[in-house]
């Protein structure tokens, strides 16, 4: 059973670069045919996804997060990461990292979250 | 991309039937069968419950079940719970090879 852990800071200044990590335990990063992804939630609000990196290295974004949003993978230390860059407030939420398939096409695996908060 | 539609919210008795509808366009929902639904429970992580519009993950109830016509996919609940009290999200694949999620209902049994 693969498990997802978020990891980084909770609190980031605004106009600086929001930076987590996901490590995946129970299975490696490159094996199968996976996309590792990254959702958000503001407090009471919706899921946005954000974006997905497959082993290959290949990523897709979120349109409207694009030109902020870069998803990479380190396979020596099974964990793949979301950088933000010049956030706002409006980037505060629990972040979650997850697991989704290529065929079909689900999430199957989410971490737990964790929140992160962009105030001076 | 803009997000899906669902109504904000659905009720219902224990044991009677509910549906939630998730609205898109041909360029999400109608175009691909790559709709999936997920139940959340306040402060826990979204749990995957139907995908490939119809289909269940093993272990999910066979009370939840899925279908899709057009550019609108629905979730019925059938012999309603007090457990499936939670948020209720659909999601799918895009033209754009991303993937955009619903605006949420939240069920309530009554």
């Known amino acids: 059973q693969v498990q997802l852990q978020e990891s980084g800071p909770g609190l980031v200044k605004p106009s600086q670069t929001l930076s987590l990590s996901c490590t995946v335990s129970?299975?490696?990063?490159?094996?199968?045919?996976?996309?590792w992804s990254w959702i958000r939630q503001p407090a009471g609000k919706g899921l946005e996804w954000i974006g997905r990196?497959?082993?290959?290295?290949?990523?897709n974004y979120n349109p409207s997060l694009k030109s902020r949003v870069t998803i990479s993978v380190d396979t020596s230390k099974n964990q793949f990461s979301l950088k933000l860059t010049s956030v706002t407030a409006a980037d505060t939420a629990v972040y979650y990292c997850?697991?989704?398939?290529?065929?079909?096409?689900?999430?199957?695996?989410w971490g737990q979250g964790t929140l992160v908060t962009v105030s001076s | 991309q803009s997000a899906l539609t669902q109504p904000a919210s659905v009720s219902g008795s224990p044991g009677q039937s509910i549906t939630i509808s998730c609205t898109g366009t041909?360029?999400?929902?109608?175009?691909?069968?790559?709709v999936s639904w997920y139940q959340q429970h306040p402060g826990t992580a979204p749990k995957l419950m139907i995908y490939?519009?119809?289909k269940r993950p093993s272990g999910i109830s066979n009370r939840f079940s899925a279908s899709k016509s057009g550019n609108t996919a629905s979730l019925t609940i059938s012999g309603l719970q007090p457990e499936d009290e939670a948020d209720y999200y659909c999601?799918?694949?895009?033209?754009?090879?991303?993937?955009?999620f619903g605006t949420g209902t939240k069920v309530t049994v009554l």
């Open positions: 997850a697991r989704a398939g290529v065929i079909p096409a689900a999430i199957w695996d």
């Open positions: 129970g299975g490696s990063i490159r094996s199968g045919s996976f996309y």
């Open positions: 990196i497959y082993t290959s290295g290949t990523t």
């Open positions: 041909s360029s999400d929902v109608g175009g691909f069968n790559y």
């Open positions: 490939d519009v119809t």
């Open positions: 999601t799918s694949y895009t033209s754009s090879s991303t993937f955009v």
